[in-house]
């Protein structure tokens, strides 16, 4: 990835923390457009055009979660980082419930912070390079939804038409937190206590076939749904 080619939008209202970031990420070739203020930022992200989004939750006049609502009504695929000075987990699942794809906690290292972005853009480029022959990457695993097919280097696994489909959902949402009653309506079309036991039994099926990639995470969120962790 030659980080030159990336524009980053930056809102922080701590500007000496600010700076600091901002600094490091230009040194690093990346383009920085930085912000203060929550209401600024749709504004500017339409002139600006990021590849990527990093927001502090706590904004002035406008908080971080509706900046990102307001940025997925304009960009539905853009990475979104979250910085967050709290530590309950409930702000981490508001954070990916409003369309965010990962988030770090105040204080962090800057090495993990590019680290991050840098993982945030890999993935989104993987994501537009596999559009155009259909098939999609999982990690270490590419999936061809239209041939029913996980592969792994020469190993190819042949899934039948609902792990398939419930595949392609996770695989539209790496490293997103997907709602539990929405994968039921979109697969069975029905969200009864039948069918809520049968997605437990092919959400097992899925962590066993992505078992190689250590990196794959179908983490469990209790009363929420499922968080895709990739990579």
């Not at 990093?54 to 539905?76: C, T």
Request: include cysteine.
């Amino acid at each position: 990835m030659n980080p030159s080619s990336f524009k980053i939008l930056y809102v922080e209202d701590e500007q000496f923390l600010g700076r600091i970031v901002k600094d490091s990420l230009v040194s690093r070739g990346f383009e920085v457009l930085m912000l203060t203020d929550g209401k600024q930022v749709i504004e500017h992200f339409n002139r600006f055009q990021p590849h990527i989004c990093v927001l502090d939750v706590m904004l002035p006049h406008k908080d971080g979660f509706s900046v990102a609502r307001e940025i997925r009504q304009i960009a539905p695929k853009i990475p979104i980082l979250f910085l967050t000075a709290k530590t309950q987990a409930e702000d981490a699942v508001q954070g990916f419930q409003v369309g965010g794809n990962d988030y770090i906690r105040k204080p962090f290292s800057l090495e993990e912070l590019i680290a991050r972005i840098q993982n945030l853009l890999n993935l989104t480029q993987n994501q537009s390079l596999s559009r155009q022959d259909g098939s999609i990457p999982i990690g270490r695993y590419v999936f061809v939804p239209q041939r029913y097919e996980l592969r792994l280097g020469e190993e190819v696994r042949k899934l039948s038409h609902r792990e398939a489909e419930l595949l392609s959902i996770f695989a539209e949402n790496q490293n997103k937190i997907i709602n539990r009653q929405d994968i039921l309506m979109r697969v069975w079309h029905d969200d009864s206590f039948f069918n809520s036991r049968n997605l437990d039994v092919y959400i097992t099926k899925l962590r066993h076939f992505l078992k190689d990639d250590p990196s794959i995470q179908i983490v469990s969120i209790k009363n929420v749904g499922y968080h895709f962790l990739v990579g």
